[in-house]
């Protein structure tokens, strides 16, 4: 994690020189378009780049950073009241999930999400578990049971 806050504070840094850098060299040229300025220019744009390809890179890193903290969570929170600790009631009235169960819904909705973002159609399964899951008798799709 620190080389990566290291790459992006190292892209920043060179940023903000290349932009003073650019804006010295106009100053000294007096407003005038010359070869000092225009490489000062053309070093701006590069360094503008490299920033926000560290910036996209270390974005790519924190979502999914996010997502498996997030995953994380999500278990432990459906798993938690098989498991009550020690003083603690578990909560009643919802049967705990198993860890498998909840991973397949997870890739269920996360295979819908990535569906509907590429528009593939205009037709959208309610199903929330690709066809090769298993069943769940616990949840009846006849709200009359």
């Not at 969570?73 to 009550?84: P, R």
């Amino acid at each position: 994690m620190d080389s990566i806050v290291n790459a992006l504070n190292t892209a920043y840094l060179e940023y903000v020189i290349a932009a003073v850098a650019a804006l010295e060299a106009k100053e000294l040229s007096g407003g005038q378009i010359t070869a000092a300025t225009d490489a000062a220019l053309e070093n701006f744009k590069q360094r503008w780049e490299l920033f926000r390809v560290a910036c996209d890179r270390d974005k790519g890193f924190i979502e999914s950073f996010k997502q498996r903290i997030g995953s994380e969570c999500l278990v432990d929170e459906a798993t938690s009241s098989a498991t009550a600790k020690p003083g603690q009631s578990a909560v009643p009235g919802l049967p705990p999930i198993s860890a498998v169960r909840l991973e397949q819904m997870s890739k269920a909705i996360r295979w819908l999400v990535i569906e509907l973002q590429q528009g593939s159609g205009t037709t959208v399964s309610l199903s929330l578990s690709p066809p090769s899951a298993p069943f769940d008798a616990r949840f009846s799709e006849d709200p009359t049971q």
